[in-house]
């Protein structure tokens, strides 16, 4: 039994060393497989970046264009009233006999 143990223990390290190496991997082959994932990811993150500044942008010009949009209509709501004032005073010339003025 000792004979056979001692040509098998040679068979027996090399495949322990082969199983317990062959798992590893080293840093450079990590990095080289991880590096062109990594590049999409830096590009994504520019394009999210240009994106988010693109919506920054228009949310501001959007909320200005509100803004001008309220203010104009108040101007409209000061004509309109200033309009029927005009229309009441004419009806009023109208019922007296009054002709307006041209």
């Known amino acids: 039994m000792l004979p056979a143990m001692t040509k098998l223990a040679p068979v027996i390290v090399i495949m322990a060393a082969a199983t317990m190496l062959g798992g590893c991997a080293t840093k450079s082959y990590v990095r080289e497989?991880?590096?062109?994932?990594?590049?999409?990811?830096?590009?994504i993150e520019t394009q999210l970046q240009a994106t988010d500044s693109t919506a920054k942008q228009a949310l501001a010009e959007a909320q200005a264009a509100s803004g001008q949009t309220q203010?104009?209509?108040?101007?409209?709501?000061?004509?309109?009233?200033?309009?029927?004032?005009?229309?009441?005073?004419m009806q009023e010339q109208e019922r007296r006999g009054?002709?307006?003025r041209h």
């Open 33 to 43: 497989q991880i590096a062109p994932v990594s590049q999409r990811v830096d590009a």
């Open 71 to 89: 203010q104009n209509g108040q101007r409209l709501d000061q004509l309109n009233g200033r309009v029927d004032g005009v229309e009441q005073r």
């Open 98 to 100: 009054k002709r307006p």
